[in-house]
């Protein structure tokens, strides 16, 4: 009972945290249109379904999953070089509800999450877009050993996440626009709590927004671009958090990673380049030795690799996404690939601030925070 009045309490908080910015929104609108050249409100409905990618979790899908959302955006006209070489992107701030139609193991998701939307054939009718979002995700009903104990999918109620999507938009007149296509959604604790299969939904969206343009919008053009980097980077990084292994509500293991890389610059947009990883993993040393395996010398909780860096560089932001291997691991049953997707964000001239998502074949292993040094 005290869960379930928790979770009406933190629904409630977010849908007045919702309405409450929409209507500061509106009153600013109201008394200052002249201000809001280039900003959007708009609102679409999502269908769609919990895509079972493990077996064991089959019996939480009973129904096709309605949404709604709320973006309030802001178009870019070039006043940074980086927004001029992408096309002008469309930077976003949305709030999502959906109906995961399975009241009793997992209630209703939210999420309360900036995005960017990169477009195609801007100066057309009809225009080709793809848009990328992440931030927190709230789960209402989660894992529960005596009260919901058969939702195996996720153990946490926040969550990260993640969305893509891929759509058309078509404009009627000059204020009006109508946008629809294909979004995949993922919710995730990274293994900071077990279970965490994680919920992925593909949805069809439609939807319509209004752009508050007292005009026609004026795109910035340089004549001259920056000189482009040519020159090798070299980063060392240092990251650390917490991950829970099954059985769900057992203790949580400290996890640590030293990363060394050599990036090249190839072209305004993307660096690629070589690194070393040296993995900490102190939840090993339980799998070996429940596993009746060697748990002798640093080697057991500690694995080496290589990997493969792809970057692409928005302003001081960038994303990022690393392919590697071991060099050597004790603990066999997670493979010798890795993968590693994540965001890094430069805070000063040389220092960088990062997120990264370690997984085997798409399978969480856990989250990074970390900070780092490039010269």
Wanted: glycine residues 8%; charged residues 20%; positive net charge.
């Amino acid at each position: 009972m005290n869960d379930t009045i928790k979770d009406i309490r933190c629904t409630t908080y977010i849908f007045r945290f919702s309405f409450l910015f929409l209507f500061i929104f509106f009153i600013h609108s109201s008394f200052a249109q002249s201000n809001l050249n280039g900003w959007s409100i708009g609102a679409d409905a999502q269908y769609g379904f919990i895509l079972s990618h493990r077996h064991s979790m089959g019996h939480l899908v009973r129904g096709h999953t309605p949404s709604f959302q709320i973006t309030v955006s802001k178009q870019t006209i070039g006043n940074k070089y980086w927004q001029q070489h992408f096309r002008y992107p469309i930077i976003g701030y949305s709030f999502l509800f959906i109906d995961l139609k399975n009241n009793d193991q997992l209630g209703n998701a939210f999420a309360l999450y900036p995005s960017i939307t990169f477009t195609q054939n801007r100066q057309r009718k009809f225009m080709r877009y793809f848009k990328i979002g992440c931030g927190p995700g709230y789960i209402s009903k989660v894992f529960d050993r005596v009260d919901n104990n058969k939702n195996n999918a996720i153990g946490s109620h926040i969550n990260v996440f993640i969305n893509f999507t891929y759509g058309f938009n078509w404009k009627p007149q000059r204020n009006l626009s109508i946008d629809g296509g294909l979004s995949f959604t993922h919710f995730s604790n990274a293994s900071f709590t077990a279970p965490n299969l994680g919920i992925n939904l593909p949805m069809l969206h439609l939807g319509a927004s209004w752009n508050f343009n007292d005009g026609n919008i004026i795109y910035k053009k340089d004549s001259i671009a920056p000189p482009r980097e040519r020159k090798w980077h070299y980063s060392v990084i240092l990251s650390g958090g917490l991950k829970e292994i099954s059985p769900a509500e057992g203790p949580k293991y400290g996890i640590a990673s030293l990363n060394a890389e050599a990036i090249k610059p190839v072209s305004r947009k993307s660096r690629i380049g070589l690194g070393l990883d040296l993995f900490y993993d102190a939840s090993l040393e339980t799998k070996l030795k429940k596993d009746s395996a060697d748990f002798s010398g640093m080697f057991a909780v500690v694995r080496p690799g290589l990997h493969f860096h792809y970057e692409l560089k928005i302003s001081e932001f960038s994303m990022f996404f690393d392919v590697g291997g071991y060099l050597y691991t004790r603990w066999k049953e997670d493979g010798y690939i890795y993968a590693r997707p994540g965001i890094r964000y430069r805070v000063a001239k040389n220092i960088l601030l990062g997120l990264a998502l370690k997984t085997h074949y798409f399978k969480a292993d856990f989250a990074e925070w970390g900070i780092g040094y490039e010269f």
